[in-house]
């Protein structure tokens, strides 16, 4: 065929989209390709972990924190401190009142021992007197809470009266010239006026420095500090112009002498509780509970005062018998005063048992009939 026969000729064809797509070197020369880009993660929220806001609330909030513990213990420790200070100063107290307090036994030992004479009685006042006035000293020096200086003064106060109470005992003991009974009564009123003084160190202290002592370290918060008792009176007959007229007729006769009937005896024997009167002349049903104590009534039937008298009980069962001792300190004539024995002990039941009490005979008693007494019981259950 011959080429102007064809009809097939591309003189007439489009290939244009050949041309559009770029060839591999102009891509490579002519165009940059597109940079990749990394995926985009969720944006966090302002508040997330590891903010700026977070950490900085968390430095704020353990601040506040570490700010609050240190008050803590700062507090803590000035409480400490504090109630350091009210211990020290009550141990201080305690050391000085009960060096009072044994001052005031002593007193009561040597007013009512068996036999003591004026002499004596003067020589060994004089000391306890001197003794007494170094508390005194002793109690100046101590270093008080601030809140407690009212507190302070009323302890010194308190001391104060005891010296000078002792100082009043030993001027009136000085005037004492003769055992007549006018005489003795004017000076047994002047003694128990001294004495009056004793009694009040014993209010003073308890009112005014112990009880409101307390009540400030209450106010104060200070917990755990006991504030220390001390009494100085510890018999009430020394409150009694009586009493003390007694005192001054035994202390100034000559031993063994002189006093009129000398003598205490057996008044009764009551069983508590209950209030039982034991019969002396006939059998006695006994009930014992835990609380059984035996009450002995022990009546001076002499004209003097006695002084250091014993009783004792005693329970003759076999093989195990009970015994048991005290001592009335001072008992004046006609006076009755009861010696109670608690908790005597393993008693035996339904048995025949005898109970003898019996108050020691005084020097120059001569009737002794009736220092025993025997009750014949029959012990059983409550």
């Known amino acids: 065929m011959f080429e102007h026969d064809r009809t097939d ?3 007439g064809l489009d290939f244009d989209f050949f ?22 993660l969720p944006r966090r929220p302002p508040g997330g972990p590891g903010s700026p806001l977070l950490r900085r609330a968390a430095l704020i909030i353990g601040g506040i924190l570490l700010v609050v513990v240190l008050v803590l213990w700062v507090n803590a420790c000035r409480a400490d401190a504090k109630k350091g200070h009210y211990e020290d100063y009550m141990e201080g107290v305690a050391g000085v009142t009960a060096d009072s307090a044994a001052i005031g ?10 036999g003591v004479q004026l002499e004596d009685l003067q020589s060994q006042l004089d000391g306890l007197r001197e003794r007494q006035s170094q508390t005194v000293r002793r109690a100046e020096g101590l270093d008080a809470p601030g809140p407690l200086r009212k507190q302070q003064e009323s302890l010194v106060e308190a001391l104060q009266l005891r010296v000078s109470g002792l100082n009043g005992l030993a001027r009136a003991f000085s005037q004492v010239s003769g055992t007549a009974e006018g005489e003795a009564q004017q000076a047994g009123a002047l003694l128990a006026q001294q004495s009056e003084r004793l009694v009040a160190s014993d209010v003073v202290y308890d009112d005014l420095f112990r009880a409101r002592a307390q009540e400030v370290m209450e106010q104060q918060g200070v917990t755990g500090v006991a504030v220390p008792e001390s009494d100085f009176v510890s018999n009430a007959d020394l409150a009694s112009p009586t009493s003390w007229t007694q005192i001054v007729q035994r202390i100034t006769q000559p031993p063994g002498e002189g006093g009129g009937l000398r ?13 039982q009167q034991l019969s002396p002349s006939e059998e006695n049903t006994c009930k014992v509970s835990d609380d059984l104590a035996f009450d002995v009534n022990v009546e001076n039937s002499g004209d003097s005062q006695e002084t250091q008298v014993k009783v004792s009980l005693t329970i003759q069962q076999s093989p195990n018998p009970i015994r048991k001792e005290s001592t009335i300190q001072v008992i004046n004539p006609g006076e009755t005063k009861t010696v109670t024995f608690p908790n005597p002990g393993n008693v035996e039941f339904a048995n025949r048992t005898v109970v003898k009490v019996t108050v020691e005979p005084v020097q120059g008693e001569t009737n002794k009939a009736n220092n025993t007494a025997e009750y014949v019981c029959f012990f059983t259950f409550s």
Do not use: H, M
Not at 24 to 37: D, I, L, Y
Not at 105 to 114: G, K, Q, V
């Open 9 to 11: 000729t591309d003189d």
């Open 19 to 40: 041309d559009d797509s770029p060839t591999v070197e102009e891509t490579r020369e002519g165009r940059q390709p597109r940079p990749r880009t990394r995926p985009r």
């Open 105 to 114: 036994r002593e007193l009561n030992e040597l007013l009512f021992s068996s």
């Open 263 to 275: 003598g205490n005896k057996i008044a009764s024997v009551v069983i508590q509780p209950g209030d």
